[in-house]
């Protein structure tokens, strides 16, 4: 999996870039108060996830169904919360046997999304109905040094059956991954919004919402990414980690009137490259 960790170096680059811009944007809050919008017959059962340099603390054992992940991130390195199942029996042994091996994921390695990355001392979400079966939470982010997950970001998460009747969130706004672009149904109002993101398309995506700076581009945001000089012109916002295809899953963020930029840095199955350089970049402008 080299080339998920090459890619995943770029959005520890990324995160980077969003780090800084924590500081320099002053927030007077480290966490972002969040109103999900879900159906009141069946909530999501809740589950905190807390990243810090090098571990996860989180459950063991959850209950299937529908899911909210809050994924508080300590740093102070990036972290995201990245989600995979294991198939066939496999362990979590195994999972780290194949991440240390070159080459695209096994198959009984599926991807399911999670919360993507939120700046340190602060937190994102995901929601997602899981089946039971063996998982595994985990953080690709590489920043000039080994993945994370190889310093002990990867935890082994149990998903039991339960009978609790699913009942999706409802969302202001539907966001659909294709190869390689990203659709939305309208426009993503100012406010606290549930986004519901669908992948539409034959490999793996993921999005990573991306704060623009005033007056900076996303275009600017992966220049600075490249080379990081001056103020970063962005910062990140969660989203959702990569998921594989005909997957649906939510995420709920506090958006104020600006840019935002939407990036998929997944590798591609036929060469490798993040999904950015096929174009897989969007902006969008909240009102
Ligand atoms: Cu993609």
Redesign the pocket.
């Known amino acids: 999996m080299a080339s998920v960790t090459t890619v995943l170096g770029l959005v520890a680059g990324s995160l980077a870039v969003a780090s800084l811009g924590a500081t320099n944007n002053v927030r007077s809050h480290s966490t972002t108060p969040r109103t999900t919008s879900v159906a009141s017959a069946a909530k999501p059962n809740v589950v905190h996830v807390a990243g810090e340099d090098f571990k996860f603390d989180a459950p063991d054992i959850i209950p299937a169904g529908l899911t909210e992940f809050k994924f508080l991130n300590k740093g102070p390195a990036l972290h995201h919360l990245a989600i995979v199942k294991l198939n066939g029996g496999k362990t979590i042994d195994d999972l780290r046997a194949a991440l240390a091996n070159p080459g695209p994921p096994p198959s009984w390695v599926k991807q399911y999304g999670g919360a993507n990355a939120p700046v340190p001392g602060e937190e994102s979400n995901a929601t997602l109905n899981l089946t039971p079966g063996n998982y595994v939470l985990i953080c690709f982010v590489d920043i000039g040094g080994p993945p994370h997950f190889a310093k002990g970001m990867v935890r082994a998460l149990q998903v039991v059956p339960s009978k609790k009747p699913v009942s999706n969130p409802s969302a202001s706004v539907t966001m659909t ?1 294709y190869d ?1 672009s990203f659709k939305l149904s309208g426009p993503i109002r100012a406010g606290m919004r549930t986004i519901r993101v669908r992948n539409a398309g034959k490999q793996p ?2 999005v990573q919402l991306v704060q623009l700076a005033p007056g900076k581009t996303v275009k600017e945001f992966l220049d600075w990414i490249g080379k990081p000089e001056g103020p970063p012109p962005g910062k990140a916002m969660g989203g959702v980690a990569g998921m594989e295809p005909g997957m649906t899953e939510y995420f709920t963020a506090g958006f104020t009137p600006g840019k935002y930029g939407l990036i ?1 840095f ?1 590798p591609d199955v036929n060469d490798g490259k993040p ?1 950015l350089a096929h174009g ?1 970049v969007h902006e969008i402008t909240v009102k």
């Open positions: 991954l390689y995506h993921e998929c997944l999904h897989m």
